[in-house]
């Protein structure tokens, strides 16, 4: 999930392994499952492996950009051979599976009512030598998301629900803390859009067996915190989605799980699709693996938001269900609605563009405004579902194994791009852009100065200093310098032995948004954003609050180790190290800031992900604790004099 998971609270580790997933070119001799081959002329050369040296870089993940070709409607020619483009996938899945170490993989494309392919590759199960197949269970994560909004839209249809009614008509008795004045409702239609405010997770409890339900997630939630104003800007949420699916459950007066197989799964024949993780299914699902080596499977509480298991074979049934509305569960213009963009226009959105479950935009093939996509990230387990909606084509790709995730976006890419080609007569431009290095400029001192400081993104901090002409960023425990080509735009530049390596598919701009000073991080497909930090005085209430802490009520997946809250430079933070099972991290320096919004609460300091949480502050029998979503931390040292007394019940 988006998160969430291997996303953006403990990124570096994932990150470098994209960069490495990048740069380590291998060779591949895989055949697909039930299909033989004919070999093409490879389409991707092989760089110069520099892992080492680049891993230092950012920590930062690579998203790599297709340059297009303008898109010019032509007649499509019937039937469409399809020929050339299985061939063209085949070997561009064979070399990509070799050089990033992928185990198993497998894909469905659509066009309209049609198959026109479905295979795997690979194996699904290494050690007992099972293939992968298009009838192989893999793990969809957030693509689930797509089926949680299909039902929404299915019972707003039949009027049981509106997507413009307050969540609090639609499920009754759910509220939480919302310290905005003159705030909007939280709607259905914002849940949606992950337009509605809510924190992107609710830690407590989320990885665990034998989960909490969803009714009291509801409860839980009573105790948390808006991270947001609904509908003023997008936050990514799980959380959005598990609302959802209570909502489901309350209107289909049934579990989530048997909802969704009685209303869409078994209407659409996707038999072995189920959100419901029996040890069954569990032992019939591809098996996970990272770095090599096999990953245990993990649980989650979270299910309307990324707990389905699907199949190619059934994610093709879904697709030609988009394209033709049949069985007709919902009228088509249902279906179209969900395509359109709501909120938009928001600056603070960064140009993220978001429809009704679907992303709109960030997928790099911008000659066409008609491309809806969905990527779904389980640790090891990765999925991407994208569609033209207009052309009616799709693809879906599954994959079982961490090192998948570049390889699993650029097919799915380069599948639409070679369908289009063949029914349309659209030439596919499947050349990497090309990246020119822009010139480097002076800037004035005082400019440069106006950008130094501390900024905070994806729950961490990063801090930018003067290094003589140029800025130096320290972000992730990892730091290079920032040179100017423009006034407010830099490039990264890190030194490999004495040498000079700039990096221009990357930029950073400084700007103001919306009375914000932010530091935008290109290159990634959606932008990054760090909100920069002004020192303020620490109230006493929090001076009093600082030391060290435990975590009381670990779950068994993450670990806190040497977590301190303390005064760094003016600023609030919390420091720790963390390891986690989840993230497959091991004593990760973790570093936020927070910012005091009265003697008891703080939130963490940013506008991304998941920037905005709430961090509360109580005192409890003589301690000192802190709460944030759900997780409990008391302070080991002697507790302080000034906070209030409060009670607090997680």
């Not at 580790?13 to 039930?34: H, M, N, V, Y």
């Not at 899945?93 to 170490?101: F, Y």
């Not at 052309?391 to 976006?409: D, M």
């Amino acid at each position: 999930m988006r998160g969430l998971k291997c996303k953006l609270s403990f990124l570096s580790k994932a990150l470098e392994k994209k960069i490495e997933a990048l740069f380590d070119r291998r060779s591949s001799t895989l055949t697909p499952q039930g299909e033989s081959a004919k070999k093409i002329s490879p389409t991707r050369a092989r760089p110069l492996s520099v892992k080492v040296w680049i891993g230092l870089l950012l920590g930062l993940g690579i998203y790599t950009c297709e340059s297009l070709t303008a898109y010019a409607q032509v007649g499509a020619v019937t039937p469409t051979d399809y020929t050339s483009t299985k061939e063209n996938l085949t070997e561009f899945i064979r070399q990509g599976m070799g050089k990033d170490g992928v185990k198993g993989l497998s894909l469905a494309l659509v066009d309209g009512d049609q198959v026109v392919w479905k295979a795997g590759f690979g194996m699904a199960d290494e050690k007992n030598r099972t293939p992968a197949s298009a009838d192989t269970l893999y793990r969809v994560d957030s693509v689930s998301k797509i089926f949680t909004a299909m039902e929404i839209m299915r019972l707003a249809e039949e009027r049981r629900l509106s997507l413009d009614e307050p969540i609090a008509d639609a499920l009754p008795g759910f509220c939480i803390h919302n310290r905005f004045k003159d705030s909007k409702e939280i709607t259905i239609r914002s849940l949606l859009a992950h337009h509605s405010g809510l924190p992107a997770a609710y830690h407590q409890g989320m990885w665990v067996e034998n989960a909490e339900s969803l009714a009291q997630l509801v409860e839980d939630l009573k105790q948390d915190y808006l991270v947001a104003p609904p509908q003023s800007f997008y936050k990514y949420s799980d959380l959005d989605y598990s609302l959802l699916g209570r909502i489901i459950e309350l209107k289909d007066r049934q579990s989530f799980s048997d909802a969704m197989r009685d209303h869409l799964l078994k209407p659409l024949s996707m038999d072995s699709s189920t959100f419901d993780l029996s040890p069954a299914i569990r032992e019939r699902m591809a098996k996970g693996y990272s770095g090599g080596k096999e990953r245990p499977q993990l649980y989650l509480r979270d299910v309307p938001a990324g707990g389905m298991v699907s199949t190619a074979d059934d994610m093709a049934r879904f697709l030609r269900f988009l394209f033709a509305a049949h069985p007709p569960l919902v009228e088509p213009e249902i279906i179209n609605s969900m395509y359109e963009e709501e909120y938009g226009g928001i600056p603070l959105d960064f140009g993220h563009h978001m429809g009704l479950g679907w992303m709109l935009n960030g997928l790099g093939m911008d000659d066409t405004k008609d491309l809806v996509w969905h990527d779904g990230d389980y640790v090891p387990h990765f999925c991407r579902i994208a569609l033209l909606t207009k052309e009616k084509l799709g693809v879906v790709v599954f994959a079982n194994c961490e090192e998948s995730r570049l390889l699993v976006r650029d097919l799915a890419l380069r599948a639409l791009k070679l369908m289009r080609e063949a029914k349309y007569g659209v030439p596919a431009d499947l050349t990497k852009l090309k990246v020119v290095m822009p010139a480097l400029i002076s800037v004035p001192e005082e400019k440069i100065n106006q950008f130094v400081g501390f900024y905070s993104g994806i729950g961490k901090a990063a801090e930018i200093s003067k290094g003589g002409s140029h800025l130096r960023a320290d972000l992730m425990d990892h730091q290079f310098d920032l040179v100017p080509t423009a006034e407010n735009k830099f490039i990264p530049r890190i030194m490999i032995l004495f040498f000079p390596i700039h990096i221009p598919q990357y930029g950073v701009e400084f700007t103001t948004v919306e009375g914000k000073d932010v530091a935008i991080l290109s290159g990634l497909g959606d932008p990054v954003v760090f909100e920069k930090i002004q020192p303020v005085p620490i109230p006493l209430a929090w001076q009093e609050c600082m030391g060290q802490y435990r975590l009381d009520n670990p779950d068994g997946q993450t670990q806190f180790k040497n977590m301190t809250l303390e005064d760094r430079g003016g600023l609030l933070t919390v420091n720790a190290k963390i390891t986690s099972k989840i993230f497959d991290i091991t004593d990760t320096n973790y570093l936020i800031t927070l910012e005091s919004i009265s003697d008891e609460d703080a939130v963490i300091s940013g506008l991304f992900y998941p920037d905005g949480d709430t961090v509360h502050a109580s005192r409890e029998d003589g301690h000192i604790r802190l709460y944030y979503a759900g997780l409990r931390f008391t302070k080991m040292d002697a507790p302080g004099c000034c906070l209030k007394e409060t009670i607090v019940s997680k």
